[in-house]
């Protein structure tokens, strides 16, 4: 496919050297108030030059080679881009700080056939790389005890009773996975009667805890430069390091040699759950993890695929969007071990079960979170109204298990850094926070804590959590808002960044199967957003619960095919308004194209981000 096939005559000319790019198609503010920017170098000469030289020299269609240079991927690093495995991008775990104590210590445990604890975090990755390790010690003899916290009563990171009891039941050696970097007290405490190892990836605020191993990339100390990885990850790694010790010994010679790479599907769901970035070694977790989970061996995933309706293929969308809503339900507003549970599961008929209990409990989640959404959104908009930098919500009756969720929401509608908490009973007010590019609130989070602000917080850039009395809020929020007093300025919508302009007549199954080949897509992956010019609807129809999801058939001004498209939300977005507009002029849009199977037929579906009216 050519670029002319591709380009629109308005990406034609070349922005001139003295003022910023011109916006794709000119759309300066679209229908949500967006400004429609080029990737960086989208609309260079030579990146043209460097995607035809990729497609060139790889047998790859133009269109991916252009992709490709866009995210700056060079000819010689494009087949480990796109065929990313664990044999080429995974180091020695040796490499890790105090990993070779850690395997040592499991191997030991496996071969005296010892009681080990593990206390894992109620989220997606906790639960992973909780399941991970269980079943590896398991299958080599260990008797393991599991815990997983309750966010209402016990809250994050470990806790003495829960540990107490582990020991109390036999467990030499304690393993908390996905928290515990910064629970120096409570494990310093414990760890007079059992060994100590925690598996981590959170950023250290303070002293490591004395414990027996702290296997973190992300201590000061940690050579592996592998900051970007998950708990799940390094857990993995973990039993790798264990397995080479086990194997050099002989261990493997009189007992199951288990398939590691099986353990991938685990790795891969909290890769993306957790939103690690998908490039380098993450690539290939998730490539190699998603064709293991293809597979359907694990029998849990298996049952959860089936009632969330997933359609193959897998992707990191079916993580994101149907796994692990469902696994962290159970944590949000219910039995925090039901997704742990349901991972080690081996019996189809309560897989089963448990799947569909996961299911009622993330309608259950959705309704909740509804009811306290449209109550925030209206805080939010008047916070905004005022000029605050950051938003600050809480409320009587919110669920303190959802209110990330809602904060995440309110983000992505105001473009600010959010709090939202959760007032309880005892006069406190417990919450999560989510931020923008370029505005730090985990490190406005601990400023606050270390001014006497809040009683507990932290995180890191993007996302944090914080608790105070209630009566403390005002000062927080005047706190934060001269903090990050530059967020005041951003503007009210997110700019988009389009990867190519593409007419709906070229809009087909080939070029999303072509573009496809980037996946996956994710933090630091961006699906390619296209935007296709000068498009009329010539169909239009609301769909599924509620009618909130948009269905339309595309038609360029030329006639020609038509395209399936689709919007997600429609009874809350601007959008639809604009597109069931019969007598609407003709519109750019923005969206991603991608092909979809069904009943044995593969068709293309855009599916819509953005519009504008086109001049």
Not at 52 to 67: K, N, S
Not at 422 to 438: H, I, T
Not at 463 to 470: C, E, K, V
Request: with cysteine; charged share 20%; net charge negative.
């Amino acid at each position: 496919m050519s670029a002319a096939d591709l380009l629109s005559p308005a990406t034609a000319s070349p922005a001139p050297q003295d003022m910023q790019e011109p916006a794709v198609l000119g759309v300066t503010r679209s229908v949500t108030g967006r400004r429609w920017n080029w990737r960086e170098g989208g609309q260079a000469s030579h990146t043209d030059r460097m995607g035809m030289a990729i497609a060139q020299q790889t047998g790859l269609p133009e269109i991916v080679g252009r992709m490709l240079a866009l995210r700056r991927i060079a000819p010689e690093q494009v087949e480990t881009y796109l065929s990313p495995t664990l044999r080429a991008l995974m180091p020695d775990p040796s490499t890790f700080t105090d990993m070779d104590a850690a395997a040592a210590r499991l191997a030991t445990a496996i071969r005296n056939g010892e009681t080990v604890g593990l206390f894992g975090d109620y989220d997606v990755d906790g639960a992973c790389s909780t399941a991970l390790l269980t079943d590896f010690l398991r299958r080599q003899g260990c008797t393991v005890l599991t815990h997983i916290p309750d966010r209402m009563t016990e809250g994050y990171g470990p806790n003495t009773p829960a540990i107490e009891a582990m020991q109390d039941q036999g467990a030499r050696l304690i393993v908390c996975l996905d928290c515990g970097t910064a629970a120096v007290d409570v494990l310093e405490q414990v760890s007079t009667r059992s060994d100590v190892i925690v598996l981590d990836h959170h950023q250290v605020q303070g002293a490591l805890p004395r414990v027996l191993a702290t296997v973190n990339p992300n201590r000061p100390d940690c050579p592996s430069g592998l900051h970007g990885i998950c708990a799940a990850a390094v857990t993995f790694m973990t039993v790798v390091a264990t397995a080479r010790i086990l194997r050099r010994d002989g261990w493997f010679d009189s007992h199951p040699d288990q398939q590691l790479m099986d353990s991938l599907d685990l790795v891969a769901l909290a890769t993306v759950c957790d939103v690690m970035p998908l490039s380098g070694l993450n690539r290939a977790f998730v490539t190699q993890g998603l064709k293991v989970m293809a597979r359907r061996q694990r029998t849990g995933l298996a049952a959860l695929l089936d009632a969330a309706g997933a359609r193959d293929p897998l992707s990191a969308f079916t993580c994101g969007f149907a796994l692990g809503p469902r696994i962290n339900a159970g944590g949000r507003i219910a039995d925090s071990g039901l997704g742990l549970r349901l991972l080690l599961c081996t019996d189809a008929a309560e897989a089963q079960a448990l799947a569909e209990k996961l299911n009622s409990v993330n309608h259950n989640r959705q309704s909740v979170e509804s009811g306290i959404l449209d109550r925030a959104m209206e805080l939010a908009a008047a916070q905004r109204a005022q000029g605050h930098a950051v938003l600050v919500l809480s409320g009587r009756d919110w669920h303190p298990g959802v209110v990330g969720i809602v904060a995440g929401r309110i983000k992505e509608k105001f473009n600010r850094p959010v709090l939202v908490g959760a007032e309880l009973d005892d006069g406190n007010v417990k919450g999560s926070a989510r931020s923008v590019p370029g505005q730090d609130l985990g490190g406005a989070i601990i400023a606050a804590r270390q001014a006497g602000l809040l009683s507990s917080g932290g995180g890191h850039a993007m996302a944090a959590g914080f608790g105070l009395p209630a009566d403390g809020i005002p000062a927080l929020h005047a706190f934060l808002d001269h903090h990050l007093a530059t967020a005041a300025s951003l503007p009210d919508a997110v700019d988009l960044t389009i990867d190519a302009v593409v007419n709906v007549a070229a809009a087909d199954v080939a070029l999303a199967t072509d573009m496809d080949r980037l996946a996956p897509f994710g933090a630091g992956n961006d699906e390619p957003l296209i935007a296709l010019p000068r498009v009329r609807v010539a169909y239009a129809e609301r769909i599924g619960r509620e009618g909130n999801t948009l269905r339309l058939t595309l038609q360029g001004e030329g006639r020609g095919p038509r395209l399936k498209a689709l919007v997600f939300r429609a009874n809350e977005s601007p959008l639809a308004p604009v597109l069931e507009d019969r007598d609407a002029p003709p519109l750019h849009l923005a969206g991603w194209l991608r092909a979809e199977s069904w009943n044995g037929r593969t068709s293309a579906t855009f599916f819509i981000r953005d519009a504008a009216i086109a001049q």
